[in-house]
């Protein structure tokens, strides 16, 4: 009878000896790579000379062969002490007079302790010397510019204006100072025309949008956008380059821009608009420009970008929080988001945020918070990361909210200033090119923004003398406060001493304080008293 056959055995492996073979190869080839790169561009040590026995005078050739080695290594050591001999002289021949003089010996254990450097993280600068070099920037741009454009936040145009940059360049007769209004988007359409009308009355005004992410079909579609080579489009950029080629004066020497303003105004976004390509650099966090920056726009004018104007700490909390120059990350982030909340319209709040009704601005953090997802431990909200967030859009270029400008005003420019600004522009010029930008810019709704209940002009720091430590720089009201509590705190000490010493008694002196424990004197050298002898025979009785 025949055998029946056999199945083979299946190939089939479990994946955990599959893995662990992969795993052994991939250490097999890693060692062999290894390898070979160590064996890369040794070199093989020199054998020594190798004299058969039989051969006559060996002990005569291995001698002189040592001998020679030794030669070619006292060689190798005097042309080393040579070369840092000639080092050493030129060292000397750079040194001034002061270098040259003797240092005092140092002893050994301070050298050895040089010699452990530890690597440390580079510190900040501090904020002193960053106002000061803000200020010094800004200034070198005004001296520099002919035309200064200062760049406003159409959210809230008079918060964004500062009197001391505007009084700076009034006072030069040569200068022509011009307001661009920014992120006209963001605000309804009727607001921005009122504040047109009202920055107009005072200097002329350009209403202005910079460039935004649009898809391609709408750029075939809107005649009036302006296609950047990075896929960035601006409504109506040419309008601005209108007006400022009607100051160009008829010689060929290109006029030279400036702009200045305060932080997140949007002067690095209004070049990159106008170059249609990232000529600087822009981000949503403060202080991204530090240095005066010019760029070419085309062979009649040059823009120069500028830091942001530092805003004095005699300004209001409220201001500060929004017009700082400085990301305070690390700062009171909840406390910056209450003073702004306080001015806010809350229904509009609620209806932007979809959050439920709230009677503190902590429970608001709280709803949005669990809203977000933003959540610690134990289920606890994070109100620092809320109000970041609030924070972040509300400093950056995604909140549309607006403030309405003020039925009574004093200006701090007169009248033949005024005048003489409006003559150097072409009016006509101006409010047709306003009228289209308004008409192609598509504005939100009244209902669908939040209003902001506050809108005073900041005031800023141009003179880099004027800036103060830290430390000199405590309100009115806080230095007034320590000092009451201070008063109070010492009339209180001075009460409860005399009336100490009123209740005061020999007896009272005598006893000792109830939350002290009383410590008993011992002796050593002294016998005990009888009475306080141990009886040892009372333990065995």
Not at 235 to 257: G, N
Not at 296 to 324: F, G, H, M, Q, Y
């Given at each position: 009878m025949r055998r029946p056959k056999l199945k083979s055995a299946s190939k089939r492996m479990s994946c955990s000896k599959r893995f662990k073979i992969q795993k052994k190869v991939k250490e097999h080839n890693r060692k062999v790579r290894k390898e070979a790169k160590k064996g890369v561009g040794t070199r093989k040590p020199k054998r020594d000379l190798r004299i058969p026995n039989d051969a006559p005078f060996k002990e005569d050739i291995l001698r002189e062969a040592e001998q020679r080695k030794q030669l070619r290594e006292e060689l190798r050591k005097q042309q080393k002490l040579e070369r840092q001999k000639e080092v050493a002289k030129r060292r000397d021949l750079n040194k001034t007079p002061e270098d040259k003089k003797e240092k005092p010996v140092k002893k050994k254990a301070e050298e050895k302790e040089k010699k452990k450097v530890v690597v440390e993280k580079p510190k900040k600068p501090?904020?002193?010397?960053?106002?000061?070099?803000?200020?010094?920037?800004?200034?070198?741009?005004?001296?520099?510019?002919?035309?200064?454009?200062?760049?406003?936040?159409?959210?809230?145009?008079?918060?964004?204006?500062?009197?001391?940059?505007?009084?700076?360049?009034?006072?030069?007769?040569?200068?022509?100072?011009?307001?661009?209004?920014?992120?006209?988007?963001?605000?309804?359409?009727?607001?921005?025309?009122?504040?047109?009308?009202?920055?107009?009355?005072?200097?002329?005004?350009?209403?202005?949008?910079?460039?935004?992410?649009?898809?391609?079909?709408?750029?075939?579609?809107?005649?009036?956008?302006?296609?950047?080579?990075?896929?960035?489009?601006?409504?109506?950029?040419?309008?601005?380059?209108?007006?400022?080629?009607?100051?160009?004066?008829?010689?060929?020497?290109?006029?030279?821009?400036?702009?200045?303003?305060?932080?997140?105004?949007?002067?690095?976004?209004?070049?990159?608009?106008?170059?249609?390509?990232?000529?600087?650099?822009?981000?949503?966090?403060?202080?991204?420009?530090?240095?005066?920056?010019?760029?070419?726009?085309?062979?009649?004018?040059?823009?120069?970008?500028?830091?942001?104007?530092?805003?004095?700490?005699?300004?209001?909390?409220?201001?500060?929080?929004?017009?700082?120059?400085?990301?305070?990350?690390?700062?009171?982030?909840?406390?910056?988001?209450?003073?702004?909340?306080?001015?806010?319209?809350?229904?509009?709040?609620?209806?932007?945020?979809?959050?439920?009704?709230?009677?503190?601005?902590?429970?608001?953090?709280?709803?949005?918070?669990?809203?977000?997802?933003?959540?610690k431990k134990k289920g606890l909200a994070d109100l620092e990361a809320a109000a970041k967030i609030f924070l972040g859009d509300w400093i950056g270029s995604k909140l549309p909210y607006y403030t309405r400008p003020p039925t009574s005003f004093k200006s701090h420019i007169d009248r033949k200033q005024t005048s003489d600004m409006m003559e150097a522009v072409n009016r006509k010029l101006l409010n047709g090119e306003n009228k289209r930008n308004i008409r192609g810019v598509k504005n939100p709704g009244l209902s669908s923004c939040i209003g902001f209940h506050f809108s005073e002009m900041t005031n800023g720091i141009i003179d880099e003398n004027e800036v103060k430590e830290p430390d000199q720089e405590p309100t009115d009201v806080e230095s007034e406060e320590d000092e009451m509590e201070e008063d109070e705190a010492i009339g209180e000490d001075d009460e409860a001493i005399g009336e100490d010493e009123e209740n005061e008694t020999p007896e009272a002196v005598e006893e000792p304080a109830p939350s002290k424990k009383s410590i008993k004197a011992v002796s050593f050298d002294k016998p005990a008293a009888v009475e306080d002898d141990y009886d040892f025979n009372a333990d065995f009785n």
């Open positions: 501090a904020i002193k010397n960053l106002t000061k070099s803000l200020c010094r920037e800004v200034n070198k741009v005004i001296e520099a510019a002919d035309v200064i454009l200062e760049v406003l936040d159409a959210r809230d145009p008079l918060g964004s204006r500062c009197v001391q940059a505007e009084q700076a360049v009034l006072q030069s007769p040569n200068k022509k100072l011009l307001l661009v209004l920014n992120k006209i988007d963001l605000v309804p359409r009727d607001i921005v025309e009122k504040w047109l009308q009202f920055l107009s009355n005072q200097l002329p005004t350009i209403a202005f949008k910079c460039s935004t992410q649009v898809q391609e079909k709408s750029l075939k579609e809107n005649p009036e956008c302006i296609q950047g080579t990075t896929g960035t489009v601006c409504y109506r950029a040419a309008s601005l380059l209108k007006v400022l080629h009607s100051l160009c004066p008829p010689q060929s020497e290109p006029i030279k821009v400036g702009l200045i303003g305060f932080a997140n105004a949007g002067k690095s976004s209004l070049i990159n608009t106008l170059k249609q390509y990232k000529a600087c650099n822009v981000g949503t966090s403060k202080g991204t420009t530090r240095i005066m920056q010019e760029v070419k726009i085309n062979n009649r004018i040059r823009i120069i970008d500028s830091p942001s104007l530092v805003a004095s700490p005699e300004n209001s909390p409220v201001t500060l929080c929004v017009r700082s120059a400085f990301q305070s990350d690390d700062g009171d982030l909840v406390g910056n988001f209450t003073k702004i909340l306080k001015h806010c319209d809350k229904k509009q709040v609620m209806l932007r945020y979809n959050i439920a009704d709230y009677r503190s601005p902590l429970e608001f953090l709280d709803l949005f918070a669990h809203k977000r997802g933003l959540l």
